[in-house]
């Protein structure tokens, strides 16, 4: 008989699953026989994923094609996996984006969407899966930034975005804590993703293999979150890579 896996049963709802972070948390939910509900706005990397996952995990999958900053799209979101699975268990709000230049620089159309997909995105899964993560006692996981931690000068509305997680996240967990669902952000410095550093080349063009954090490491934390005992939540995880500090030195 083959050994039960450690989130079998459970049904993930995954934001921003398209790609880097966010592809490689389902990985490895679904390789602990999660259910994934893969939500993101590119509809056919979402469906190469789901085909992939179906194959090599033998898990069910559900395809959300979603603007994170619609609420609207939101809305459906949840409430089209909690129709096709009858619940949630746990939702990774992993959807971000980044943009660089000084406030006088930096322009409107960059502002906002920063500020409508790292804060906003958030706040419209969050308001929408609560109330299925209290039947469950299940998991809320926050993708923040080590940006949330220090003044950034080089992009500083993003570092504020992500503040704005920090607090979120931790106010949410102050409020929904007594009612089973555990909390969780995580903080990574650099991904080895295709996201964009400072100087326009993407951090997995910038550091070598080993240099920097890679996704699996992410979705790594995000698995330990997730399988903590009921009585307990592994509250804010700071992942760096080694040498980060001394980039203030």
């Known amino acids: 008989m083959a050994e039960k896996k ?14 880097g972070i966010g592809k490689a948390v389902s990985k490895r939910l679904a390789g602990e026989g999660a259910k994934v509900c893969l939500a993101a706005r ?16 033998s898990v069910e999958t559900l ?10 799209e939101v809305k459906q979101m949840v409430s089209k ?10 939702v990774v709000n992993n959807a971000g984006v980044i943009r660089y230049g000084d406030i006088e620089d930096l322009s409107t159309e960059s502002y906002k969407l920063m500020m409508e997909t790292n804060c906003d ?4 899964s969050t308001r929408e899966a609560l109330p299925h993560l209290r039947k469950s006692e299940g998991n809320l996981v926050y993708i923040g930034s080590f940006d949330a931690g220090h003044p950034r000068s080089f992009n500083p509305i993003y570092a504020a975005s992500k503040w704005w997680t920090k607090g979120f ?35 997995r063009e910038k550091f070598d293999e080993g ?8 979705a790594e934390a995000v698995f ?13 995880i700071n992942l760096f890579r080694r040498d980060k500090l001394s980039d203030f030195f």
């Not at 395809?63 to 609420?71: A, C, G, Q, R, Y």
Request: net charge negative.
């Open 6 to 19: 450690s989130l079998e049963g459970k049904v993930a709802l995954i934001t921003g699953a398209s790609s």
């Open 42 to 57: 590119r509809k056919e990397k979402l469906e190469d994923l789901a085909e992939k996952l179906s194959i090599e995990d």
């Open 63 to 72: 395809v959300l094609p979603t603007d994170i900053t619609e609420e609207k």
């Open 81 to 90: 996996a909690v129709d096709k699975f009858n619940k949630l268990d746990m």
């Open 121 to 124: 995105g958030m706040f419209y």
């Open 169 to 203: 996240a931790h106010s949410i967990e102050s409020i929904v804590g007594e009612d089973g669902v555990a909390v969780t952000l995580i903080n990574p410095s650099e991904v080895r993703t295709s996201i964009e550093g400072e100087e326009g080349e993407s951090y």
């Open 211 to 218: 240099e920097a954090i890679e996704p699996e490491e992410v």
């Open 224 to 236: 330990f979150a997730v399988d903590r005992e009921k009585q307990t939540t592994a509250s804010e």
